[in-house]
């Protein structure tokens, strides 16, 4: 049974918007976050949302872009990307832990599927 649920990718030009969603199938977690990878490169942490706090972390490549959410009624966390560029181009990953460190992969215990973001020069 597939734990996280992520929607929301697509391709977009230059300068657009995009928001993803992930939708998880479980309990709520204490920490939820958004990971990103680009081809020959390390999963690296987007974005991250505490539940208890709500309290964020950002990259420093996309603060000011960048906007992750959570919404109670239905449990489901968003990271909404403006302005986008071509850096961003990336498999994006949500996920979800019951730890604290919000940027490492590694602290992550439960995963989606991955959605590709496509950014056009």
């Known amino acids: 049974q597939v734990q996280l649920v992520e929607s929301g990718g697509g391709s977009v030009q230059a300068g657009g918007n995009l928001t993803l969603s992930c939708q998880p199938t479980g309990p709520a977690y204490r920490l939820m976050g958004w990971f990103r990878q680009a081809p020959g490169k390390e999963r690296e942490a987007v974005a991250a949302i505490y539940s208890n706090s709500g309290s964020t972390n950002y990259a420093d490549s996309v603060k000011d872009r960048f906007r992750i959410s959570r919404a109670y009624g239905e449990n489901t966390w968003y990271l909404q990307m403006n302005s986008l560029a071509p850096e961003d181009t990336a498999m994006y990953y949500c996920?979800?832990?019951?730890?604290?460190?919000?940027?490492?992969?590694?602290?992550?215990?439960?995963w989606g599927q991955g959605t590709q973001v496509t950014v056009s020069s």
């Open positions: 996920a979800a832990s019951y730890g604290s460190t919000w940027n490492h992969a590694r602290a992550y215990s439960v």
